[in-house]
């Protein structure tokens, strides 16, 4: 297991957890996700022995447009919490800022192939220009090495985009990678920010330092800490070894110079993003 270097703030936040309410809404018989029993009261015991007290809850893929699981726990976690929810194309504008005004603060494409997609890359733009105005932001999850394919949709949108998942290159990549310098360029026009977080998905060296991808999240720290966010992917769908959470807050005090540039990553940031 990791050890932290620095004390955890409390105004730390994870900002991408999923809430699977199995009991009060159950997953689609077609939904191709099995997660586990995860709801808003066992998140806040994790939350509680990360110490931290801030997270953005993501939509789950599974759930499709039926946003009620998110946004019961966005309600239960009283001010503590944003969410990310997925928003139907005929959502009207009133419905977005009633939405807006719970905490809700973007919507997830998630355009990885198979992964429960329901958005496509022809609504990035429209939705985009929908909720510009609210101050929301677009949760992008793709292959990263189809970065440069979409490089120029992705720059040109007029709301924010966070990147889920150190870019989530399907097969890690080094850092000279062209498909990385495609991610180190849409930070650069500062209207991009990037989640270090589920390294597991993708790492070929694996646990406790995902090396591969590590070294990706590492030069990311190093070059953008202004653009990087902290997320622990909880309950870690998909994973039938779950990894260990507090190792995995542990390995943003390795990537940093400092305990400064950790607590820009860990609360600065995402109380910018989110509006904490």
Not at 15 to 37: E, F, I, N, T
Not at 85 to 104: C, F, K, N, R, Y
Not at 245 to 256: E, H, I, Q, V, Y
């Amino acid at each position: 297991m990791i050890q932290a270097r620095w004390p955890i703030p409390v105004d730390g936040c994870d900002c991408h957890q999923h809430v699977y309410d199995l009991d009060a809404y159950p997953l689609p018989q077609q939904s191709p996700v099995s997660p586990p029993r995860a709801s808003w009261a066992d998140y806040l015991v994790l939350r509680e022995k990360l110490g931290i007290g801030r997270c953005v809850i993501v939509q789950a893929m599974g759930y499709g447009f039926d946003n009620r699981c998110t946004l019961d726990a966005l309600k239960a976690a009283a001010g503590s919490a944003r969410a990310i929810i997925s928003m139907p194309l005929e959502a009207t504008d009133e419905a977005l800022a009633l939405l807006g005004q719970v905490g809700v603060m973007g919507v997830r494409f998630q355009m990885v192939p198979n992964s429960g997609n329901i958005m496509t890359w022809d609504d990035l733009s429209p939705v985009a220009q929908r909720i510009a105005p609210l101050g929301w932001n677009i949760n992008l999850q793709l292959d990263g090495r189809t970065l440069a394919d979409y490089e120029a949709l992705i720059a040109r949108q007029p709301c924010r985009i966070v990147i889920d998942h150190v870019g989530k290159f399907l097969e890690p990549v080094t850092p000279q990678d062209p498909a990385f310098a495609a991610l180190r360029r849409l930070l650069d026009t500062g209207n991009t920010w990037v989640k270090l977080s589920a390294m597991y998905e993708t790492s070929r060296t694996g646990a406790p330092e995902y090396r591969d991808v590590g070294l990706l999240a590492e030069t990311l720290v190093r070059h953008y800490p202004e653009r990087c966010l902290w997320a622990s992917n909880w309950p870690h769908p998909g994973q039938l070894q779950r990894p260990d959470d507090r190792s995995l807050l542990a390995l943003l005090d390795s990537w940093c110079p400092s305990q400064t540039v950790r607590d820009l990553i860990l609360v600065d940031n995402p109380a910018n993003l989110y509006g904490f």
